[in-house]
DNA sequence: TCAAATGTTTGATCTAGGTTAAACTTTGAT
DNA sequence: ATCAAAGTTTAACCTAGATCAAACATTTGA
């Protein structure tokens, strides 16, 4: 009667997001013997910690369906924010290091995820040279996108940073395709405030600043961007995603 | 009359650095098969650019001797450093991703690298488990050291930035034996402040109040750490380096 | 369905550190 | 050895955004 442990769940061959994730560059065989190590659960409700400072690292996860938010903490006890993942994105690398997590990752929407066992994909990795280069780039990645989040959180004003923010997440969320002009926001202002570094009353009052000059409309948690162009401007970004004879 | 291209230099199995560096997790015959794809080039003269932004991305290098900056630029052209290293650290890995480097690298004084060509050492990875082992754990270190990066430029203000700054460059002066007292900073005020999002003369002033308050000696380029404790107390971190029975 | 908790907005005030300016010091090239 | 360029210090002033405060909106769960 036992049935292998992710029969019933999608497989990384037929998953939307295969080009845009740990398979990328793999050969259909090579996928397979990668989907077989891969470890798929139920959805994980709203809030659902994925692993916590401290845990031993085990796994890492790619996001199959959903939103996470990542976080350490100070020696003061303050959280701070390191960043919000979205489907095709992969959590828990920070953990390699040490054999330890140094922080935590939670999910902020009910979410789907792809569990890896670390020592299955090292063994993987000696044997498949696209898994391995793919890993190698994917962190190497995540190097890049904190130095461009260094600037930002170094040079930029707020204004700046928050029309950077909503445009960075616009375009990740389109996978590749350009940019969305509509998408969800499921953080707090509170979350991004202290992403951003910056206070949550100053988050509000941009974000009410760019709604009162119709640059975004904002319905709950739903975001339509109505002019690009001007919130690239803000962002001090030549955003090579938008049409330069679209003028609004 | 051809020698081996790195004859005359020092080899990894008998370099001081080869317990903080790539060889870390290896066996005396996996040393030698790394030590014989790299290069080892002359001295590089203060100011030298090992890599640019732009430049196709072919190696990696390792820290010898000496001491480099690393910066990205905006799209408005202002320069944001991304980080200071040391012997044993290794710099270049940016470039994994796009096969592209997307920021700088120079020497801020006469540097003797390790250049490790990125082919070359992929091969090594799918054939030896501590090689390719220790480079996940470098870049993973790399990921961490960027979120208490994204810490501290959130969340603490200028005078517990510098004592930050200060006491990380000495903690990683000492190659993890605690914590030198008297190092070099060979980088300007202007680099440190453009690192830690900082006017430069704020950095002068918060420099200057610490010398006042003898917690730390200038002369020239060499700095003192007078007063471990109220240094790390400024810090906001519970240093584990400082002997808590030392009251000074 | 309602109340408590959580999250958001808005306004008034305050301050850390940025900006401007100018003198001073060190470095390096000739 | 000299001097121009680069780097540093110090002081006066100013502003972006933090903090404080309070009303308002949304979500949750009993």
């Known amino acids: 009667m036992s049935l292998p442990h992710n029969s019933n769940f999608i497989k990384c061959s037929t998953c939307s997001l295969k080009g845009f994730c ?29 692993y916590s400072i401290g845990d031993k690292f085990t796994h890492i996860y790619a996001i199959r369906s959903g939103y996470l938010k990542s976080y350490s ?17 992969i959590v828990g690398l920070e953990g390699i290091n040490t054999g330890s997590h140094v922080g935590f990752s939670e999910t902020l929407v009910p979410s789907h995820l792809c569990a890896i066992p670390y020592d299955k994909l090292d063994n993987l990795n000696s ?9 190698f780039k994917i962190m190497s990645q995540e190097i890049t996108h904190n130095h461009e989040l260094m600037l930002m959180l170094n040079q930029k004003n707020a204004d700046e940073k928050i029309a950077t923010f909503l445009l960075s997440l ?19 202002r509170t979350d991004i405030a202290n992403y951003l570094g910056l206070a949550l ?10 709604i ?16 690009v ?20």
Chains 1, 2 share one sequence.
């Not at 009162?212 to 002019?227: E, L, M, P, Y």
């Not at 401007?233 to 938008?242: D, K, N, P, Q, Y």
């Open 73 to 89: 903490i100070s020696d003061s006890g303050e959280e701070q924010i390191t960043g919000f993942h979205l489907p095709g994105e």
């Open 212 to 227: 009162k000059q119709d640059v975004i409309s904002v319905d709950h948690r739903q975001v339509t961007i109505n002019k």
């Open 170 to 188: 616009s375009v990740r969320e389109s996978l590749g395709k350009g940019l969305t002009t509509q998408f969800v926001l499921p953080m707090t």
């Open 127 to 135: 044997k498949i040279d696209g898994l391995r280069q793919q890993l």
């Open 201 to 210: 009353e100053t988050v509000s009052r941009i974000i009410g600043k760019l």
């Open 22 to 50: 740990l398979p990328m560059m793999l050969s259909h065989s090579d996928i397979d013997r990668l989907d077989n190590i891969i470890q798929r659960n139920k959805l994980l409700e709203k809030g659902t910690k994925v």
């Open 229 to 248: 162009n001007i919130l690239s401007e803000l962002a001090g970004t030549s955003c090579h995603f938008v049409d330069p004879n679209q003028h609004n």
